[in-house]
Nanobody
Framework: QVQLVESGGGSVQAGGSLRLSCAAS????????MGWFRQAPGKERQFVAS????????DYADSVKGRFTISRDNAKNTVYLQMNNLAPEDTAVYSC?????????????????WGQGTQVSVSS
Protein backbone atom coordinates (compact mmCIF):
# COMPACT_ATOMS: atom_id res chain seq x y z
CA GLN A 1 0.00 0.00 0.00
CA VAL A 2 1.45 3.33 -1.06
CA GLN A 3 1.67 5.90 1.71
CA LEU A 4 2.66 9.53 1.42
CA VAL A 5 3.38 11.59 4.52
CA GLU A 6 3.94 15.33 4.35
CA SER A 7 5.75 17.42 6.92
CA GLY A 8 7.27 20.85 7.30
CA GLY A 9 4.24 23.09 7.23
CA GLY A 10 3.79 25.97 9.61
CA SER A 11 3.18 29.67 10.01
CA VAL A 12 5.52 32.30 8.63
CA GLN A 13 5.45 35.97 7.81
CA ALA A 14 5.41 37.23 4.26
CA GLY A 15 8.84 36.95 2.70
CA GLY A 16 9.74 33.94 4.80
CA SER A 17 10.60 30.40 3.75
CA LEU A 18 9.48 26.87 4.48
CA ARG A 19 10.57 23.47 3.23
CA LEU A 20 7.99 20.75 2.87
CA SER A 21 8.85 17.08 2.72
CA CYS A 22 6.88 14.16 1.32
CA ALA A 23 8.05 10.73 2.37
CA ALA A 24 6.78 7.85 0.25
CA SER A 25 6.62 4.19 1.16
CA UNK A 26 5.05 0.96 0.02
CA UNK A 27 6.39 0.80 -3.51
CA UNK A 28 9.38 1.37 -5.76
CA UNK A 29 8.93 4.87 -7.14
CA UNK A 30 11.77 5.12 -9.61
CA UNK A 31 9.46 5.41 -12.64
CA UNK A 32 6.91 7.70 -11.05
CA UNK A 33 6.13 11.39 -11.02
CA MET A 34 5.38 13.18 -7.79
CA GLY A 35 3.54 16.43 -7.48
CA TRP A 36 2.63 19.07 -4.96
CA PHE A 37 -0.81 20.61 -4.89
CA ARG A 38 -2.45 23.13 -2.61
CA GLN A 39 -5.96 23.99 -1.57
CA ALA A 40 -6.95 27.25 0.04
CA PRO A 41 -10.23 27.58 1.97
CA GLY A 42 -13.17 27.79 -0.40
CA LYS A 43 -11.04 27.16 -3.47
CA GLU A 44 -10.31 24.20 -5.67
CA ARG A 45 -7.13 22.21 -5.31
CA GLN A 46 -4.47 23.60 -7.62
CA PHE A 47 -1.23 22.34 -9.06
CA VAL A 48 2.01 23.72 -7.61
CA ALA A 49 4.93 21.67 -8.94
CA SER A 50 5.90 18.20 -10.08
CA UNK A 51 9.06 16.18 -10.62
CA UNK A 52 9.78 13.07 -12.65
CA UNK A 53 11.67 10.93 -10.17
CA UNK A 54 14.10 9.15 -12.50
CA UNK A 55 15.16 12.22 -14.50
CA UNK A 56 14.62 15.04 -12.02
CA UNK A 57 12.82 17.11 -14.65
CA UNK A 58 10.45 19.60 -13.07
CA ASP A 59 7.31 21.56 -13.86
CA TYR A 60 5.94 24.58 -11.98
CA ALA A 61 2.78 26.60 -11.86
CA ASP A 62 3.38 30.16 -13.04
CA SER A 63 2.34 31.51 -9.64
CA VAL A 64 5.28 29.84 -7.88
CA LYS A 65 7.95 29.79 -10.59
CA GLY A 66 11.12 31.42 -9.34
CA ARG A 67 10.06 31.16 -5.68
CA PHE A 68 9.46 27.44 -5.15
CA THR A 69 11.82 24.57 -5.93
CA ILE A 70 10.86 20.91 -6.06
CA SER A 71 13.57 18.30 -5.60
CA ARG A 72 13.92 14.66 -4.71
CA ASP A 73 16.14 12.26 -2.83
CA ASN A 74 15.47 8.91 -4.45
CA ALA A 75 17.52 7.03 -1.85
CA LYS A 76 15.12 8.30 0.82
CA ASN A 77 11.97 8.12 -1.34
CA THR A 78 11.39 11.74 -0.38
CA VAL A 79 10.39 14.78 -2.38
CA TYR A 80 10.87 18.32 -1.12
CA LEU A 81 9.26 21.65 -1.85
CA GLN A 82 11.43 24.60 -0.92
CA MET A 83 9.24 27.68 -0.70
CA ASN A 84 10.89 31.09 -0.60
CA ASN A 85 9.52 34.61 -0.56
CA LEU A 86 6.16 33.36 0.66
CA ALA A 87 3.11 35.56 0.30
CA PRO A 88 -0.29 35.49 2.04
CA GLU A 89 -1.84 34.06 -1.13
CA ASP A 90 0.34 30.97 -0.66
CA THR A 91 -1.68 30.07 2.44
CA ALA A 92 -3.22 26.64 1.87
CA VAL A 93 -3.08 22.98 2.74
CA TYR A 94 -0.26 21.49 0.69
CA SER A 95 -0.50 17.87 -0.38
CA CYS A 96 1.84 15.60 -2.27
CA UNK A 97 0.66 13.01 -4.75
CA UNK A 98 2.17 10.35 -6.97
CA UNK A 99 1.37 8.99 -10.41
CA UNK A 100 2.91 5.86 -11.98
CA UNK A 101 4.11 7.54 -15.16
CA UNK A 102 7.24 9.42 -16.15
CA UNK A 103 5.35 12.37 -17.57
CA UNK A 104 4.14 15.55 -15.96
CA UNK A 105 0.53 16.26 -15.26
CA UNK A 106 -1.13 19.25 -13.60
CA UNK A 107 -4.47 17.47 -13.24
CA UNK A 108 -5.50 16.14 -9.85
CA UNK A 109 -7.26 13.18 -11.45
CA UNK A 110 -3.96 12.00 -12.95
CA UNK A 111 -2.50 11.17 -9.54
CA UNK A 112 -3.30 7.88 -7.87
CA UNK A 113 -2.16 8.38 -4.28
CA TRP A 114 -2.31 11.38 -2.01
CA GLY A 115 -0.96 12.41 1.35
CA GLN A 116 -3.05 13.96 4.10
CA GLY A 117 -1.63 17.42 3.63
CA THR A 118 0.20 19.96 5.73
CA GLN A 119 -0.97 23.47 6.53
CA VAL A 120 1.04 26.48 5.38
CA SER A 121 -0.06 29.86 6.71
CA VAL A 122 1.56 33.11 5.62
CA SER A 123 0.73 36.34 7.40
CA SER A 124 1.25 39.83 6.02
Amino acid sequence: QVQLVESGGGSVQAGGSLRLSCAASGHTFSSYTMGWFRQAPGKERQFVASIILNTGRTDYADSVKGRFTISRDNAKNTVYLQMNNLAPEDTAVYSCAVRPYTTWSRATWAYDYWGQGTQVSVSS
